[in-house]
């Protein structure tokens, strides 16, 4: 990663964040998103992984959390604590975690929705290429999206994000309970559109065996720090990522949760 | 057959009015969740407003309109602007007692200025306007009014189905954090129903004080009605406020005709209570799509 500064798109410097002024979430984070790049965040339930996603789009402040620390800046500028509305007009646009659809919309208002950043510009185009990435929404458009199938869902929030151009797209999970193949079909997309529009993807997973697959960098969180950074493929070879996330003892074979002392790898991470 | 006829189209245009000062009402409680017991009075001051323009003024009736309109427009901005911003993410029951609060204040302010006496607008309906069927006679003020709340009920309509700020309004109903996440301008969907809210009630304000007179409480006691319309229709559908609109209306008129005009003003809410034991929902509330 020695990159030129002009090649950092988003660059997180040691942020912590409470929420309600007393609960601490994040204590010390940093992250570095080059440009073009898919960078992934992994790490268990509760590792903090959303709200940096949330701190960065801005989505903290509904929820009464806020930036006490640190700075988050993107193109060359602090945003820590703007409102979501300034953020997302920037081009940072969040899918947000467990496919949230307008369910009382059909499939196209959903996407037109994606064009709030820039109200009255022509959409048509961006609707061409949003069924273009997702053929299977193309036939589902009139129909509401309460009623669509979880993988359809998933397109269709991840289509109403990109009818944003955005050029920082945060995806909050993506593979959360769908089906395998439906979930190739997704990490499929999402690799085809960071290649295809340049959009600087950053990618919170639990399956850190596709994400890893696709990813170019990679951080692991655990209870609100950065444990561990590196190339996508030398995480993958990593034995302690092995172990806890893609499930493969350091001998090459599967192991029973229960034979590994965790507390003890877990250690040499803090 | 005749009076039933007359009935029916009395009640019927006076139905169309009650659903579209009950969409004013259902698109704030759709977007920002807040039941507004101010509505009845943004209905008086939309009449009372047209009142000073078209008596005290003397302006043209269609210009006087338009003025009430764009008028009652910002003050539904305003009032969103200065009294219920500043309590956005506070809870929702401080948000509706300043609802109570504005009626109150709202009233006074009109009893202030404009006394509690009954006033009536000059007769600016042309009688060319009326109409007549064998034995039934439309007056002219029944058959603007249904122009009137059917032109604007379409109008919504289409606003909401088909334009982006109308799709935008939609989406923040529907879920607001997502919304907020693809760059939608939540305040400004809040500021522009109440614009909206304040719009239609002025309107159904005009209508009622050319059909009933002009008197702050029995405007606002009317305004009061969109709670039957609404419970009716289900809380959270703008067409079925229209269609619970139109069956108070004529449970209004049908009474009144046949029962007796005293037992007009009651029908409405024993309606209500009767629906909400049945069906709390409403006819038309919204099923919750349940993913499982």
């Known amino acids: ?270 | 057959m005749e009076f039933f006829l007359q009935l029916l189209i009395n009640g019927l245009s006076v139905g169309l009015l009650y659903g579209l000062s009950a969409l004013g009402f259902v698109m704030i409680f759709k977007s920002s969740s807040v039941l507004n017991f101010a509505h009845g009075q943004l209905l008086a001051i939309g009449a009372f407003f047209f009142l000073v323009l078209v008596s005290w003024l003397q302006l043209p009736v269609a210009l006087a309109f338009l003025v009430t309109l764009a008028g009652s427009f910002v003050l539904g901005f305003t009032v969103e602007r200065i009294f219920l911003r500043p309590l956005i993410g506070e809870p929702l029951i401080f948000v509706i007692m300043l609802t109570v609060g504005l009626s109150s204040m709202f009233k006074g302010l009109l009893l202030f200025f404009f006394g509690g006496n009954l006033q009536t607008y000059p007769d600016f309906l042309p009688a060319s306007l009326g109409m007549q069927f064998g034995g039934i006679t439309i007056a002219p003020v029944y058959v603007a009014s249904s122009l009137m709340g059917v032109t604007f009920l379409v109008l919504f309509g289409l606003f909401f189905k088909y334009s982006p700020q109308g799709i935008f309004m939609r989406s923040v109903a529907d879920n607001q954090t997502a919304a907020l996440s693809l760059g939608v301008h939540v305040k400004k969907v809040f500021a522009l129903s109440w614009a909206i809210a304040a719009l239609v009630a002025s309107m159904s304000g005009i209508v009622l004080g050319v059909i009933n007179g002009i008197n702050v409480h029995e405007i606002s006691s009317i305004g009061l009605k969109v709670f039957p319309v609404v419970i009716l229709g289900g809380l959270d559908s703008i067409g079925g406020a229209i269609i619970g609109g139109i069956i108070i209306g004529l449970l209004e008129t049908f009474t009144s005709g046949y029962l007796s005009p005293s037992l007009r003003d009651v029908i409405p809410y024993i309606v209500l209570v009767a629906i909400l034991l049945v069906k709390p929902y409403g006819l038309f509330g919204l099923v919750e799509i349940e993913r499982v």
């Open chain 1, 1 to 270: 990663m020695e990159n030129e500064k002009d090649d950092t798109l988003l660059l997180v410097n040691n942020i912590s964040v409470v929420y309600s002024d007393v609960i601490q979430v994040l204590k010390g984070v940093s992250l570095k998103v080059p440009r073009g790049q898919i960078v992934s965040l992994l790490g268990s339930n509760g590792a903090g992984k959303t709200t940096t996603l949330k701190a960065i789009s801005g989505l903290l402040k509904p929820e009464n959390g806020k930036v006490t620390d640190g700075e988050i800046t993107y193109d060359g500028a602090g945003i820590q604590n703007l409102s979501p509305e300034e953020i997302t007009r920037k081009g940072i646009i969040q899918v947000l975690e467990g496919r949230q659809p307008f369910k009382y919309l059909t499939v196209e208002e959903n996407l037109r929705v994606g064009t709030a950043t820039r109200p009255l510009k022509p959409y048509k185009k961006d609707l061409e290429m949003v069924y273009h990435y997702f053929p299977a929404l193309t036939k589902r458009r009139k129909t509401m999206a309460g009623y669509c199938s979880g993988g359809e869902i998933q397109m269709v929030v991840m289509g109403r994000a990109l009818m944003a151009h955005p050029k920082l797209l945060l995806l909050d999970e993506p593979s959360l309970g769908l089906a395998p193949l439906v979930v190739k079909e997704i990490f499929r997309i999402i690799r085809l559109i960071n290649e295809e529009q340049h959009t600087t993807i950053v990618l919170v997973e639990q399956n850190a065996n596709m994400a890893l697959k696709i990813a170019h960098y990679g951080y692991v969180m655990e209870n609100g720090r950065v444990v561990m950074e590196g190339e996508a493929k030398d995480l993958t070879e990593n034995p302690d990522v092995k172990e806890f996330y893609l499930g493969v003892g350091a001998g090459g074979t599967a192991r029973s949760y229960r034979d590994v002392k965790s507390y003890k790898r877990r250690k040499r991470w803090l």
